[in-house]
């Protein structure tokens, strides 16, 4: 679905991505973890078109994204769940759904989506008319999550959902991640919490200073200590 081929990504003078190779089949979860700056968040930005490459190229269905804004990608069913849960803390929720439909004309469909919405995060129903700014780090979460869904993606691609949570909420969050695959969705999933990833994912990728070092099932990880002490770290 998915296919990120030799890319590399530059800020200015500095690399931050180098010849990366990616992809992702439909209906997979695939984990593409790494330390700080490795390069992770950059890889999915240029894959939503918010970055350019500076090298390689990015298919999506086939086709080569590189000639579609971003808004065309979302239309295309490419959404992007950005790291530190960016609600409009202004808008209430339902605000915040109604903007995530924005690329489709509005009707019956997006109004049954939002009702998938509220069947999915039943705490967002209930705060439905509460802004996004007075819900509590994991409702944000949802709620990120759930805007993303409101165009109709194929592809989500989740950075960190897990940061700043308490280790219940993130349980609800990977579970609810699990629920969205079986729903027929395929997910990119960007994590730093390596351990809980690698138990549901299908494959993984570990990028270390924009290279890759590992692209495979996830389950050979978890039983490779040395790999995941040398580039992750903490794991
Ligand atoms: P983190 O988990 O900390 O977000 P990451 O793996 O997502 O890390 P990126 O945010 O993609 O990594 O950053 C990769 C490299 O690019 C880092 O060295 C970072 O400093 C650099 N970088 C990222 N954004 C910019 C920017 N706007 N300007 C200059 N350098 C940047």
């Known amino acids: 679905m998915l296919e990120i081929e030799d890319v590399s990504i530059s800020y200015g003078p500095v690399s931050a991505v180098r010849h990366v190779s990616l992809t992702v089949e439909a209906g997979e979860i695939v984990a593409l973890l790494g330390p ?6 950059s890889l999915l930005s240029a894959a939503m078109g918010l970055r350019p490459l500076a090298g390689g190229r990015i298919r999506f269905k086939g086709e080569d994204l590189r000639r579609l804004d971003t808004e065309t990608r979302v239309r295309r069913g490419i959404t992007l769940t950005p790291e530190g849960r960016r ?6 929720v339902f605000e915040n759904l109604e903007l995530g439909a924005a690329t489709r004309r509005r009707g019956a469909a997006v109004q049954a989506d939002m009702e998938m919405c509220f069947t999915l995060f039943p705490i967002l129903a209930e705060r439905r008319g509460q802004t996004g700014g007075s819900l509590s780090g994991g409702e944000q979460q949802m709620l990120a999550i759930a805007r993303a869904l409101m165009s109709r993606p194929s592809l989500l691609m989740l950075d960190e959902p897990s ?5 219940r909420i993130v349980g609800q969050i990977f579970r609810l991640i699990r629920d969205l695959r079986d729903r027929d ?11 809980d990833v690698l138990r549901f994912a299908d494959r993984a990728y570990v990028l270390s200073t924009g290279e890759m070092r590992y692209g495979g099932p996830a389950a050979p990880l978890q039983n490779s200590g040395a790999l995941m002490q040398a580039y992750i770290g903490d794991a």
């Not at 700080?36 to 968040?41: I, P, R, V």
């Not at 940061?163 to 280790?167: K, M, R, S």
């Not at 990119?188 to 351990?195: F, G, T």
């Open 36 to 41: 700080n700056g490795a390069g992770k968040t």
């Open 87 to 92: 609600v409009f803390a202004n808008l209430t």
């Open 163 to 167: 940061l700043g949570l308490a280790p």
């Open 185 to 195: 969705l395929t997910i990119l999933l960007v994590e730093q919490n390596a351990h």
